[in-house]
């Protein structure tokens, strides 16, 4: 297991961007798959994005490609998700979380976070 906190979170005007971080204990981390997962009010939590143990493999949500991007750094313990180009829709509680494979369902992400807030304001 592996403690995850993300931080970053806030509120922004629609167009603008905003970059989490999502920061693991543990010296395991580079051993996992991490992925970023949102949930809005009334919605199931829905896959944003994802990158494999060593950062050279990603997986998007179709929608967002082009304009969020995952990346990692494993001498930090840490994963970030950018966002850019922000819109309304994009307002929801953004979690990360660990898992084995960044090709997995939700429930085969077994660690997460507590999740950050993100409201994007049109």
């Known amino acids: 297991q592996v403690q995850l906190v993300e931080a970053g979170g806030g509120m922004v005007q629609a167009g603008g961007s905003l970059r989490l971080s999502c920061a693991a204990s543990g010296r395991t981390f580079r051993n996992y798959a991490m992925g970023w997962f949102r949930q809005a009010p009334g919605k199931e939590r829905e896959f944003v994005a994802a990158?494999?143990?060593?950062?050279?493999?990603?997986r998007y949500r179709d929608a967002l490609k082009g304009r969020f991007t995952i990346s990692r750094d494993n001498a930090e313990n840490t994963v970030y998700l950018q966002m850019n180009s922000l819109k309304p829709e994009d307002t929801a509680v953004y979690y990360c979380?660990?898992?084995?494979?960044?090709?997995?369902?939700?429930?085969?992400?077994?660690?997460w976070g507590q999740g950050t807030q993100v409201t994007v304001s049109s």
């Open positions: 979380a660990a898992g084995d494979s960044l090709y997995g369902s939700v429930a085969s992400f077994g660690s």
């Open positions: 990158i494999n143990w060593s950062g050279d493999n990603t």
